[in-house]
């Protein structure tokens, strides 16, 4: 069959990205600057807001309103220089949630912003495991080089020994801080000036003949710039795109996300070097985007955005083919049909109905309670998997159970609910038969408590649990060996896996040791 021509241009054009980082590295400025250049926000400041204003219309995100930050990760798309740009957001904060590690299985490549002044933090390099594991390409961004911060080259070798990547340097500034100049680019050669006049303003970037240089920025930057891209050449790592696209070297962009500096040229760089989609391993193969077939898998499942609906929205990443509104598909795991009649694109500040979709793109599809997290679609009878999700080990544990015994009916069907979201991870002890929630971030004990009180009229009672690690396991006489040890505690999760619960790092490697035959693992 001859190849559809406009599908291979459509799946071409799209670049399907998140920004992890840790909190204040500048996550929403950055992405806020992305959308201005992508024409999809008229001024700054939109995203910001958005952390207040953007579910105004629900009532159970009355906790994310209180709180000032946002709970759900959201899709936005734009188009800039003829490509569709989707930016999945990551929730960082307390809102940090398994929802934040499931969205960077749905992304073809990464950009990671570091604090200039912060270098590699605790956050960032979580997310950046969860990336690196899944070959992702990861592209960094150092910011707030306005403000004096770090050396540049030790920022380099932090990259490459706290996260094991190795880093090319795509521009190198020209002083930091007070003494911001600019930043010199490698492959252009040229260099990018940075002008203070005004912060909020994007800047005028003034590019110059390499050979101007030192007329421009003086003879003792120029110098100094000459010896450190001279050392860069001959020490420093040479640049490969192979290795970028397959995640193993990281293109390092120094900027200013604030002033807007750096960011056109970094987007300019991103379009080059980012993937469009590729192909996905499946049960029956490897899955191209160009296959005419529809496919997609379900990441995230987000309920009640409309508080007089009880519905969800299942984000699905379309994977191959051609998604078309109203168009039948299957569901893998039911090998039944459905009309897929209600898409919904994520724009920059709004949803909206679409028709079409392709490889790349996030379609919110209406979910009355049909699909699960991991589920595949497919355009024909002839269903495949992209496989299950894999489930991350929870850092904070409590016991529940509903503070009045005769709300257990409606104890259990939230339980399932909420669990079937993603929201929390639920197991039972394998001695009392008691239901302990897992979460990755403590707001979903505050979302979970709030929902189950509001949406299944069931007050809860928690009881925290010392317990920081969850390890899946498969041993057989798993109940004897964890018997009589007080710091860690044995449950089931919702498949009926064995799943250990250490307190600490010090119980772990206790129990590792004493049982060197028994496999433990850290997602499911
Ligand atoms: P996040 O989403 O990653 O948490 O970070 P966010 O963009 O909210 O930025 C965190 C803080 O860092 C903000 O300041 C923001 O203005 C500042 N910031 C971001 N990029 C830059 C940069 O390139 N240079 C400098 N100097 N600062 C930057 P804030 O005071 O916490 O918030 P706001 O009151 O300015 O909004």
Not at 489 to 513: C, G, H, M, S, T
Request: hydrophobic residues 35%; proline residues 4%.
């Amino acid at each position: 069959m001859e190849k559809d021509k406009r599908l291979e241009t459509e799946i071409n054009k799209r670049r399907t990205f998140a920004i992890i980082s840790h909190p204040d590295a500048g996550k929403t400025t950055l992405t806020e600057k992305l959308l201005y250049l992508g024409g999809a926000i008229r001024s700054t400041g939109t995203v910001k807001s958005r952390k207040s204003a953007k579910f105004a219309t629900s009532d159970w995100m009355e906790i994310e309103k209180q709180r000032g930050i946002s709970v759900t990760s959201s899709v936005m798309q734009f188009s800039y220089q003829d490509h569709y740009i989707n930016i999945l957001d990551t929730p960082g904060h307390e809102d940090f949630s398994e929802d934040t590690y499931r969205t960077l299985l749905a992304v073809d490549s990464v950009v990671m912003i570091i604090d200039a002044a912060k270098g590699v933090e605790a956050q960032t390099k979580k997310l950046f495991k969860v990336c690196s594991d899944q070959g992702i390409p990861i592209f960094t961004f150092v910011n707030k080089m306005d403000r004096n911060g770090r050396e540049p080259l030790e920022l380099l070798e932090e990259i490459e020994e706290v996260l094991g990547i190795e880093s090319y340097p795509m521009n190198w500034p020209l002083g930091m801080g007070q003494n911001f100049k600019g930043v010199y680019d490698r492959q252009l050669e040229q260099i990018e000036f940075y002008e203070t006049k005004d912060k909020e303003q994007m800047l005028k970037l003034e590019k110059i003949n390499n050979l101007n240089i030192e007329k421009v920025i003086g003879k003792e930057m120029f110098s100094q710039l000459h010896e450190e891209i001279s050392l860069l050449n001959e020490a420093g790592n040479t640049y490969k795109k192979d290795a970028i696209q397959q995640g193993k070297q990281t293109p390092v962009f120094f900027g200013s996300a604030i002033t807007s500096f750096g960011v056109p040229s970094f987007l300019d760089h991103f379009i080059r070097l980012a993937p469009p989609p590729s192909s996905r391993e499946s049960s029956k193969g490897i899955v191209k985007p160009d296959k005419e077939i529809f496919s997609g898998f379900v990441f995230k499942i987000q309920a009640n955005m409309n508080p007089a609906h009880r519905d969800r929205i299942a984000f699905l990443r379309v994977c191959s083919g051609k998604f078309e509104k109203g168009m039948e598909a299957w569901l893998e795991r039911t090998n039944k049909s459905m009309k897929l009649s209600q898409g919904q694109q994520f724009f920059a500040s709004e949803r909206g109905n679409i028709d079409i979709a392709y490889p790349g793109d996030i379609v919110g599809l209406y979910d009355p309670g049909t699909y699960q997290i991991g589920d595949t679609l497919c355009g024909s009878k002839d269903t495949f998997s992209y496989g299950d999700l894999p489930q991350f080990s929870p850092e904070h544990f409590a016991k529940v159970r509903a503070k009045k015994a005769l709300k257990q009916k409606h104890f259990h069907k939230g339980i399932k609910q909420l669990s079937e979201e993603g929201a929390v991870q639920v197991y039972r002890t394998a001695k009392w038969d008691e239901t302990v929630l897992g979460v990755v971030g403590m707001l979903q004990f505050e979302i979970f408590e709030y929902r189950m009180k509001h949406e299944y009229g069931v007050e809860i009672q928690f009881d925290s649990l010392p317990h920081q690690y969850a390890r899946w396991t498969s041993s057989e006489d798993i109940e004897s060996k964890t018997k009589g040890s007080s710091n860690l505690l044995l449950v089931y999760d919702q498949n009926e896996l064995p799943v250990i619960l250490f307190e600490n790092n010090f119980a772990l490697r206790w129990f590792k040791d004493k049982n060197p035959d028994v496999q433990l693992r850290e997602s499911r």
